[in-house]
T-cell receptor, first 114, second 110 residues
Framework: DSGVTQTPKHLITATGQRVTLRCSPR?????VYWYQQSLDQGLQFLIQ???????AKGNILERFSAQQFPDLHSELNLSSLELGDSALYFC?????????????FGPGTRLTVT | EDKVVQSPLSLVVHEGDTVTLNCSYE??????LLWYKQEKKAPTFLFML????IEKKSGRLSSILDKKELFSILNITATQTGDSAVYLC??????????FGQGTTLQVKP
């Protein structure tokens, strides 16, 4: 158990809908990262927050957005869902936003869009 | 374009064998490299490598980085069935952005 929690574990929804994925980082970690893992694309970095502020963006679609709250938990919002958005979404956390600290991954949320 | 290539893509060995997993990378603003083990769900952290030539060890696992030749290897000695997993390498860019390779699937047979 990495100490990073994610809810829900599974989510099944229809195309065009909107969902929110939630992540709580490890105690003491200020930085949160979101990743998408699909069969054809592998694990891809989406976005990073540090202490409430967006710090880095990867291949995140405009239909997706995220935020980090004062209690440091983070939410990833996915809207106008398409079949291709079906994937495992991981959250990871680290102490610092730079490259000198390892990232610990949560158990993931499996999103199925039908 | 940033590129991370792991080889082999898959590997089947028997318990007790030693395996070497490779990771080559071409990544801008490289800072460090992480190795993860992914079984059924979340990747679990194995190693962080920041300096060339310094081997990191944890039990039967070890790893080393070569920043001149742009590669890293992960060795597993005396493999066990519990080592069966996907092994992912991830070079790290500034701000902790990880670029993952496609992974090596290791199957250890009894």
């Amino acid at each position: 158990d990495s100490g990073v929690t994610q809810t829900p574990k599974h989510l099944i929804t229809a195309t065009g809908q909107r969902v929110t994925l939630r992540c709580s980082p490890r105690s003491g970690d200020l930085s949160v990262y979101w990743y998408q893992q699909s069969l054809d694309q592998g694990l891809q970095f989406l976005i990073q927050y540090y202490n409430g502020e967006e710090r880095a963006k990867g291949n995140i679609l405009e239909r997706f957005s995220a935020q980090q709250f004062p209690d440091l938990h983070s939410e990833l919002n996915l809207s106008s869902l398409e079949l291709g958005d079906s994937a495992l979404y991981f959250c990871a956390s680290s102490v610092s936003p730079d490259s000198t600290y390892e990232q610990y991954f949560g158990p993931g949320t499996r999103l199925t869009v039908t | 374009e940033d590129k991370v290539v792991q080889s082999p893509l898959s590997l089947v060995v028997h318990e007790g064998d030693t395996v070497t997993l490779n990771c080559s990378y071409e990544v801008t603003n490289f800072r460090s490299l992480l190795w993860y083990k992914q079984e059924k769900k979340a990747p679990t952290f194995l190693f962080m490598l920041t300096s060339s030539g310094i081997e990191k060890k944890s039990g039967r696992l070890s790893s080393i980085l070569d920043k001149k030749e742009l590669f890293s290897i992960l060795n597993i000695t005396a493999t066990q069935t519990g080592d069966s997993a996907v092994y992912l390498c991830a070079p790290v860019q500034p701000l902790g952005k990880l670029i993952f390779g496609q992974g090596t699937t290791l199957q250890v047979k009894p």
